[in-house]
């Protein structure tokens, strides 16, 4: 199927603050331990850990925490252990970064898929030789502060590829946060693989950096509708006439919904060697695009109907290094202080607490913030409550 084809639904409520519910922590007595040295046979306690994430994932039940221990887990994982609402399940690098899952399978593969409803994927590192990093095919999921990276998507086929994908369309409510997302594909090889691709209904995308991707850095598709796409860092992805920053619209199966209610804010768009903003296919007219910044995109944006931007602005958001991919702001950005607090994250990319001084950032790095010490995905329940 396309990458179309893996996606579902747009858009998601309002990123809200409020205090961390009991029901995000980790519940006594169900931490569970994986390490490459460990064993299958073992009880999965730190002294005796497991082996594979994936057999964790069939010894665990709701609220359990998984702690994956820095290492190399090669071969393809499934998950299908399901959490609850008040006892999410969480799989957990203990080391962010240092947990490296790599698929050595080429063609339509995935180096991680889940199926589990309420669960949560933290701190991961992800590669592999396949078409898609972390695919999710469930419902109240959230994908957090990984790197998924360096997957060829080759040969180019109407199934596509991506990143990090929400791709079923029966699913609701998942959401992206904080991930490093970059050289999935090559730009202008392959108009069906994108790095950051939802096709659910509901859903954040935030804080999240996606660059140097074939085609579209983020695209909702299928049955995307009332998504929060806030904070994120866009940054060299696609080429004309297929690709671009971020574009959002509804098309394909499962057929008969409109991309609507959708809110895109706070985003740097810069660089891309496409469209900057696009709305395609089918469209709602309440979509929101405020606050964001755009910069040497081969296009500007492509709106439909009686949509227009607000306070957005056209300026270099001078990063550090986007050619080594550092993309924190440098003192005097444009970004710094000129975000909107509606639909703002309360932290950014590292856990920094948002706003630092008068107004929210544009972007995912808050300038002057300070990072949080790992792990710090609990902070994401004031932003996404459940």
Same mark, same amino acid.
């Given at each position: 199927m396309s990458l179309a084809s893996l996606l579902t639904i747009c858009c998601s409520k309002a990123i809200e !603050? +409020?205090?961390i519910p009991e029901s995000s922590l980790s519940v006594a007595g169900t931490h569970f331990h994986v390490s490459s040295k460990g064993s299958d046979s073992g009880p999965g306690s730190p002294e005796h850990p497991w082996k594979s994430i994936q057999y964790a994932s069939a010894n665990i039940g709701p609220g359990a925490v998984v702690h994956v221990a820095p290492g190399e887990y090669v071969g393809q994982i499934v998950t299908r252990a399901s959490g609850t609402p008040e006892k999410r399940i969480v799989y957990l690098s203990d080391t962010k970064w240092g947990a490296h899952v790599i698929s050595p399978d080429g063609g339509e593969t995935s180096a991680w898929q889940n199926f589990g409803d309420y669960v949560d994927i933290v701190g991961f590192d992800v590669t592999g030789n396949g078409s898609v990093g972390i695919f999710n095919k469930a419902s109240f999921t959230r994908v957090i502060s990984n790197h998924v990276h360096n997957i060829p998507a080759s040969p180019c086929t109407p199934n596509g590829g991506g990143g990090i994908v929400n791709g079923n369309y029966s699913a609701t409510d998942a959401d992206i946060l904080g991930n490093v997302v970059h050289d999935i594909g090559v730009p202008g090889q392959c108009r069906f693989v994108q790095g950051i691709y939802h096709s659910v209904p509901r859903g954040h995308i935030a804080n999240n950096i996606s660059f140097r991707n074939a085609t579209w850095g983020i695209q909702l598709w299928h049955a995307a509708t009332d998504v929060v796409i806030t904070n994120n860092t866009v940054v060299g992805n696609g080429t004309k006439p297929d690709g671009g920053g971020i574009t959002i619209g509804a098309g394909d199966k499962p057929g008969g919904v409109s991309t609507n209610n959708c809110v895109v804010t706070n985003n740097i768009?810069? /660089?891309? +060697?496409?469209? =900057? /903003?696009r709305e395609h296919g089918r469209v709602g007219d309440n979509n929101t695009y405020q606050n964001n910044l755009v910069f040497n995109n081969a296009e500007g944006f492509k709106l439909q109907g009686p949509h227009k931007v607000v306070a957005d602005l056209e300026a270099d958001p001078q990063f550090v290094s986007a050619a080594t991919g550092d993309f924190h702001l440098r003192t005097g950005s444009a970004a710094i202080d000129h975000g909107t607090s509606a639909q703002a994250t309360q932290i950014d990319i590292e856990g920094g607490r948002r706003p630092v001084g008068p107004a929210y950032?544009? +972007?995912? $790095?808050?300038? +002057? =913030?300070? =990072?949080? =010490?790992? !792990? $710090?995905y609990t902070l994401y329940s004031i932003l996404t409550p459940r």
């Amino acid at each position: 199927m396309s990458l179309a084809s893996l996606l579902t639904i747009c858009c998601s409520k309002a990123i809200e !603050p +409020g205090p961390i519910p009991e029901s995000s922590l980790s519940v006594a007595g169900t931490h569970f331990h994986v390490s490459s040295k460990g064993s299958d046979s073992g009880p999965g306690s730190p002294e005796h850990p497991w082996k594979s994430i994936q057999y964790a994932s069939a010894n665990i039940g709701p609220g359990a925490v998984v702690h994956v221990a820095p290492g190399e887990y090669v071969g393809q994982i499934v998950t299908r252990a399901s959490g609850t609402p008040e006892k999410r399940i969480v799989y957990l690098s203990d080391t962010k970064w240092g947990a490296h899952v790599i698929s050595p399978d080429g063609g339509e593969t995935s180096a991680w898929q889940n199926f589990g409803d309420y669960v949560d994927i933290v701190g991961f590192d992800v590669t592999g030789n396949g078409s898609v990093g972390i695919f999710n095919k469930a419902s109240f999921t959230r994908v957090i502060s990984n790197h998924v990276h360096n997957i060829p998507a080759s040969p180019c086929t109407p199934n596509g590829g991506g990143g990090i994908v929400n791709g079923n369309y029966s699913a609701t409510d998942a959401d992206i946060l904080g991930n490093v997302v970059h050289d999935i594909g090559v730009p202008g090889q392959c108009r069906f693989v994108q790095g950051i691709y939802h096709s659910v209904p509901r859903g954040h995308i935030a804080n999240n950096i996606s660059f140097r991707n074939a085609t579209w850095g983020i695209q909702l598709w299928h049955a995307a509708t009332d998504v929060v796409i806030t904070n994120n860092t866009v940054v060299g992805n696609g080429t004309k006439p297929d690709g671009g920053g971020i574009t959002i619209g509804a098309g394909d199966k499962p057929g008969g919904v409109s991309t609507n209610n959708c809110v895109v804010t706070n985003n740097i768009i810069a /660089l891309n +060697g496409g469209v =900057a /903003l696009r709305e395609h296919g089918r469209v709602g007219d309440n979509n929101t695009y405020q606050n964001n910044l755009v910069f040497n995109n081969a296009e500007g944006f492509k709106l439909q109907g009686p949509h227009k931007v607000v306070a957005d602005l056209e300026a270099d958001p001078q990063f550090v290094s986007a050619a080594t991919g550092d993309f924190h702001l440098r003192t005097g950005s444009a970004a710094i202080d000129h975000g909107t607090s509606a639909q703002a994250t309360q932290i950014d990319i590292e856990g920094g607490r948002r706003p630092v001084g008068p107004a929210y950032d544009i +972007g995912a $790095y808050e300038f +002057g =913030a300070t =990072a949080a =010490a790992w !792990p $710090y995905y609990t902070l994401y329940s004031i932003l996404t409550p459940r």
